[in-house]
């Protein structure tokens, strides 16, 4: 199982390039491991589904699911 880190979850706004935070928060969650990711080492997500992903290699096996 895994543990988030002590702070708060955030809840975000995925847009291309970029992203929103919509409220207070330090980490989100990867959309396919539930893994906790620091949002200063969130790099990789989808504007279109609106998830995070904690690598690459993650993103890119879940986009090409969409496909």
């Given at each position: 199982?895994?543990?988030p880190p002590a702070?708060?979850?955030a809840r975000l706004q995925y847009l291309p390039g970029t992203f929103r935070q919509l409220s207070?928060?330090?980490?989100?969650?990867?959309a396919v491991t539930g893994a906790p990711i620091p949002l200063d080492l969130l790099r990789y997500w989808s504007a279109d589904l609106?998830?995070?992903?904690a690598?690459?290699?993650i993103a890119?096996?879940?986009l090409l699911e969409q496909k």
């Open positions: 199982m895994l543990t702070g708060r979850l207070p928060g330090d980490h989100v969650l990867c609106q998830e995070a992903y690598s690459a290699e890119t096996k879940r």
